[in-house]
């Protein structure tokens, strides 16, 4: 299956700074799926991003918040924009893979 | 956004129990997954199933894909201590393919 490596594995970080999260792939794929898992909470997809288009965003979740990048067909980027207390959260990155699902370990963000 | 009924919330059992939880939903679903998180990880794919009433094993678990393609259930047997972790059902509706959803998770501890 698929490896994926997400950087960093956490930080805490200071209200109204920003955050950009790395996600690479060992094969290349078409969709990269971002989530977020508020503490104690199940995962929550936040988009899906595209190699050479914009990403989807699902209800709730907007592209000036959560700016997504999806530069090549292993690599993308998402960005915790402004941040407040109440993004603290795990941030994973996800890909399709034989059927299933494969998840990156995570991102585990302190915004203070 | 949506998300799947999973039960039960947690679950505190001696080890060599046997475990069981399910997953249900009002919609339709296409292929349902099973996750185990541990702590500072992410979800890991345990069972993949998609066919409806699909029974399918991985060890001691063994998950079954729901004859009215609506719910589906894990079962642990004989568990031991690093089954602990939470579990978490996903699935891909039939009304979208590409969105996975997640369950809101069963946490288990297994006392020796």
């Known amino acids: 299956s698929a490896v994926i490596s997400q950087k960093p594995s956490r930080d805490i970080c200071q209200r109204g700074t920003s955050l950009t999260i790395q996600c690479q792939v060992d094969s290349q794929v078409t969709m990269m799926f971002w989530y977020r898992q508020q503490p104690g909470q199940s995962l929550t997809l936040i988009a899906t991003?595209?190699?050479?288009?914009?990403?989807?965003?699902e209800s709730g979740f907007v592209i000036d918040k959560f700016p997504i990048s999806r530069p090549n067909l292993t690599f993308s980027t998402l960005t915790v924009s402004n941040m407040s207390p109440e993004d603290s959260s795990i941030y994973l990155c996800s890909v399709e893979d034989y059927g299933g699902y494969t998840f990156g370990s995570g991102t585990r963000l302190t915004v203070v | 956004g949506q998300q799947l009924n999973q039960s039960p919330q947690s679950m505190f059992i001696q080890e060599g129990e046997d475990v069981s939880m399910n997953c249900t939903s009002s919609?339709?679903?296409?292929?349902w997954l099973w996750y185990k998180q541990d702590p500072g990880e992410g979800p890991v794919l345990l069972i993949a199933l998609y066919k409806a009433g699909e029974l399918t094993s991985n060890g001691r678990l063994t998950a079954q894909f729901g004859i009215t393609r609506k719910d589906s259930f894990l079962n642990i047997s004989a568990s031991i201590p690093s089954d602990v972790g939470i579990y978490f059902c996903a699935g891909l509706p039939s009304y979208n393919t590409d969105k996975l959803i997640f369950g809101t998770g069963t946490r288990l501890q297994v006392f020796p």
């Open positions: 919609s339709i679903f296409n292929t």
């Open positions: 991003a595209n190699q050479g288009s914009e990403a989807t965003y």
